[in-house]
């Protein structure tokens, strides 16, 4: 089953290799992160990064190694937005000069980079950025500049204090022409003193949510006066300004400047299992552990994993965590297969895999936030402490749903690749995720068989109920959109009902994957029936959390509705005596965890009250304030304390 999570023997290795590498090294501690001040925390996180570049370069690290490593040293820092944002820029938006210029610079760290996309005004909005670039005929050079607050960089990461360059996202002018928005190399900092280049100013946002989570990234404003930069600094693959003003745009659709995006949200998709199967590891653990209840005759208390209920929380997470491990990993063949054409010139499947990665980064993001929340409100008072791990793990998660795209405005843009493509049903055939639609005769007509509870244990069954629901709801909204005259009016109108089509649609997809992952690639027949049960909890969980849909769009009667429900009860039955094997599966080591309730030993009580005396207020009996704030109040003698 571990080879089956990690997708293969080799990377199984690989990441148990870095995992243990991580975990055996003092540097890398992290338990008592939460007891550290701001400044403390930051420059912790500057000589653990700093430290895990020199061991990348001493071991001779493969990139896949090195990713791995990153992960499990679990601190948000500068390095996150340098591999996984500035490099991509440059490879996807660079001309073969600028690459050949910047990219060994930045693979060597000889500069360290940023995304300076997102200003205090405008997020989800990119058009609407106020960044000007205005092009200097005279000096070939652009001149960046922030004409109002609103137009202030806010949120790059590393960007505060680190990052020496940034590709800055700016609305291009040519005498007094705008021609959109594109993107900039910027030097932020003196490579020398690494102080500030004129012009320039540059900040921390503040603290965030949480406490030793995100705060250990120096979030940064930005704001330009006049900045000069030579003119071979703007990304020109998609574009070109020549040293005479004149502006071209190549054979490359303009969506290219987004395909930063599309690279990052495929890596959030992958890494959202990784955050989901931790937070559903320790609330497994724990929940074996913890007894209430029950007992008999004098004998132990239930463990509350055998409460139905409790299951009925759990489980359907734990599915989650597999089918989103497998979803991500067919996306990333997706995007290779993509990033691979796109450097060839053919950008014709980039629109569907801009829609599953808007899309699937949306599902995937929304419910591992709420499943790390459900799992500490599974562990009882015990989550809510910081040792549980779950708080800070939610703290560091939940920024997943705005950033890289804000959830529901990503599902809009998949609804908007849906009812393109039924707009164009008559004539293209369409092909990929969307292959269904092009089905919609009998995905209209026919309606479920299912006749006993047994009947929902069939693949195929639950494919064409997943199908059906998907199609009936996006051609409902392509029907209602049609009776709009101005399109755009009806697409905000039908906003609500498009974000939940393409929810159906995405949800589709992950089922699907897993079905297929099933029917093609797990090694061994044990492993096979284990994870078929998985995915069976998994859609039919859906099926049971949305079935209004189901019924609404008249695909299942309430009698089927409630036949999957009771398959369902069964079915959890099947995980009970594998949950720990499968948890274990993860192979998340104690020190990723960082839990004292997922703890593998299982040794919970003992443990979370060593925890509790390493907290700072337990270094004395009588702390600080004590003698000035409490003893007043306890040793005077007020008229109304006789009440
Ligand atoms: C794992 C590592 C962790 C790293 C840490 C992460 C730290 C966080 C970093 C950040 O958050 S960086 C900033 C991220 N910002 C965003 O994600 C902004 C979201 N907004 C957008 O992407 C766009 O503004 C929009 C919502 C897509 C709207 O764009 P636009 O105004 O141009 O409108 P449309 O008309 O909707 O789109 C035009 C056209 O382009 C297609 N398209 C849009 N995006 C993409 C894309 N990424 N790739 C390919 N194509 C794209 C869209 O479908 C339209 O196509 P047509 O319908 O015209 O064919
Ligand atoms: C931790 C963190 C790190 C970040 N790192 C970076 C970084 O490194 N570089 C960078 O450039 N940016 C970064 N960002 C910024 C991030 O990309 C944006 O915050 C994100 O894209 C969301 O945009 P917004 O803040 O404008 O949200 P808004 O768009 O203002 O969202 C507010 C609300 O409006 C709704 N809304 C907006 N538009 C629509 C619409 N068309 N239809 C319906 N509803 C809508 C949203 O659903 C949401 O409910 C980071 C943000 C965070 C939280």
């Not at 653990?48 to 190694?65: P, S």
């Amino acid at each position: 089953m571990k080879v089956a999570w990690a997708g293969s023997r080799e990377a199984f290795q690989v990441s148990d290799r870095m995992a243990k590498l991580v975990a055996n090294d003092p540097v890398f501690e992290k338990f008592s992160k939460p007891m550290l001040g701001r400044k403390e925390l930051f420059k912790n996180t500057l000589r653990k990064a700093a430290y895990a570049w020199k061991l990348i370069n001493d071991l001779r690290l493969t990139e896949e190694e090195a990713k791995w490593l990153r992960h499990y040293i679990d601190e948000p820092n500068y390095t996150d937005l340098h591999w996984e944002m500035f490099v991509p820029a440059i490879e996807g938006q660079g001309t073969k000069e600028q690459k050949k210029k910047w990219l060994p610079l930045a693979q060597t760290m000889q500069i360290i980079g940023t995304y300076a996309q997102t200003e205090l005004g405008h997020g989800s909005n990119v058009q609407g950025l106020e960044t000007t670039a205005t092009f200097d005929r005279q000096t070939d050079e652009f001149v960046m500049h922030s004409p109002t607050l609103t137009s202030s960089k806010w949120w790059p990461g590393g960007m505060a204090k680190v990052a020496t360059h940034a590709i800055v996202y700016a609305r291009l002018i040519i005498d007094g022409l705008f021609h959109g928005v594109h993107g900039f190399i910027v030097q932020l900092r003196s490579l020398e003193d690494h102080s500030p280049l004129p012009g320039l100013t540059l900040g921390d946002i503040g603290m965030k949510f949480g406490h030793g989570t995100y705060n250990t990234m120096d979030n940064g404003v930005l704001r330009f006066d006049h900045v000069r930069i030579p003119r071979n600094q703007m990304l020109m693959r998609v574009s070109q300004v020549t040293k005479e003003g004149k502006y071209a745009q190549s054979d490359v659709p303009r969506q290219l400047l987004y395909g930063t995006m599309v690279s990052v949200r495929q890596t959030i998709v992958a890494d959202a299992s990784k955050a989901l199967s931790r937070a559903v590891c320790i609330a497994t653990r724990y929940s074996v552990v913890r007894r209430q209840f029950g007992s008999r005759n004098g004998g132990p208390e239930t463990q509350v994993i055998d409460y139905k209920t409790q299951q009925s929380r759990l489980f359907p997470l734990l599915a989650s965590a597999y089918a989103f491990r497998f979803v991500g990993e067919w996306l990333k063949s997706l995007y290779i297969d993509v990033k691979q054409r796109l450097e060839a010139n053919d950008f014709s499947t980039l629109p569907e895999t801009h829609a599953c990665t808007a899309g699937l980064k949306a599902l995937t993001t929304a419910a591992t936030a709420d499943g790390i929340e459900e799992c500490r409100k599974l562990c009882g008072g015990h989550g809510y402490l910081i040792s549980s791990g779950l708080p800070e793990l939610f703290a560091f998660y939940v920024p997943a749903c705005s950033y890289e795209g804000e959830n529901v405005v990503m599902m809009l843009q998949v609804a908007r690749f849906l009812v393109k493509t039924v707009s164009n049903l008559g004539y293209k055939q369409p092909v990929g995720t969307a292959a269904y639609l092009g089905r919609v005769t009998p995905l209209l007509q026919n309606n479920c068989a299912v006749q006993t509870a047994e009947d929902w244990l069939n693949p195929d069954a639950i494919l064409e109920a997943f199908e059906a629901r998907a199609a009936r709801m996006v051609i409902g909204c392509g029907e209602r959109l049609a009776m709009f005259e101005n399109p755009e009016e009806g697409f905000a109108e039908l906003s609500i009902d498009l974000v939940e089509a393409s929810l159906a649609h995405c949800q589709l997809i992950t089922v699907s994957v897993f079905i297929q992952k099933l029917n093609h690639e797990i090694p061994g027949n044990g492993v096979k029936r284990s994870l078929e049960v998985l995915c069976y909890v998994y859609a039919l969980f859906l099926l049971h959390k949305h079935q209004g849909d189901f019924l609404a769009t008249g695909y299942l009667t309430p009698k089927q509705a409630s036949l999957a429900n009771e398959q369902l009860r069964t079915l959890y039955s099947k995980v009970r005596p594998n949950a720990i094997a499968f948890v274990d599966s993860f192979n998340h080591m104690d020190h990723y965890l960082c839990s004292v309730l997922g703890r593998y030993d299982g040794n919970v009580y003992p443990k979370l009250y060593e925890a509790a005396w390493k907290d700072p207020l337990n270094d004395s009996d009588i702390v600080d304030g004590i003698q000035q704030y409490v003893q007043p109040i306890l040793k005077q003698k007020l008229h109304y304390a006789k009440l």
